[in-house]
């Protein structure tokens, strides 16, 4: 077997491996680099291999960093199965098609301010492209071995183990020949009250290991605490928390440590709203796979019991003029896509 790093190397995003075995090839991930502008400007370069020279591609999971650029694969010529467990596929379902509308808006954008250097400008995919490619999803179980081979010539086993981190992430375990390569994905802390734990156990001869935080310690505090303090400091003020927030995942965490919150009687029962249409498809998505998540059953319905979701453009710019106190999650428009 031959691996062949296409990105996330020398930076954290662009997460893409190629592995060869006989006449097979397959990639495991297929991220968007995400970041500063050269960083971006990689994702119009060609492909380092012809897409319809891919036979499979393998998903550790939904954030754009490692599933961003499939879009794109399919639309230049790839045919083949992306093999991925369940939450992946729906989670998927919601940020790609969400990645195509946001390059959409952003080419619409600079064609209408005029400061692109293409006439006209043109976006990277479209949603339409993004809806598209969910066609060739192929679902897989947990820990279960499922065997692909291109016309039985190099034949690929693999599985998938939790990984913490996001509903559906995986590391995925790869045999071809007489050799292992374990793929790590992104790794969940452990800590997470949310996600379950990464369940590593399994075997490799060898281990591709993501590093996005390698190189520092996360902090020892409480994030509920923090919360805690921030609104109660903001409530005294009688001002508006607004908390910025990615749509799939983060936000469900923060809602999470505020039904805590409120639960224990911590926080003064202000109104909650989640000022995003996408993160709200998030919850259901997470509904629909509560057995990957530590909560008891029950629990997760209540951590939107009083949450108001906002879905239209008209609530949303009406909440902007709120001066009550209120909590607002705010996913779209401040910080787009997921990462
Ligand atoms: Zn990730």
Redesign the pocket.
Known sequence: MKIQFLGASQTVTGSRFLLKHGATTVLVDCGLFQGFKNLRLRNWAEFPIAPEKIDAVLL????L??SGYIPLLVKRGFRGPIFATRATIDLCGILLPDSGFLQEEEARLANKRGYSKHHPALPLYTAEDAKHSLDSFKEVSWKTSTTFTRNGAGRFEFEFHAAG??LG?ASVVVRAGSSSVAFS??VGRVSDPLIRDPQPNFAADHLII?S?YGNRRHPETDPEEEIREIVLQTHAKGGVLLVPSFAV?RAQLVLYYLHRLRRRQAIPRLPIYLNSPMAAQANRAFAAHASELKLAPGELASIWENVHIVSSSEESKALSEKTDPAIIIAASGMATGA?
């Open positions: 550790t999971h939904a954030h960093d490692h981190h996001l992430a994905g992104d993501e996005t995942g990462f």
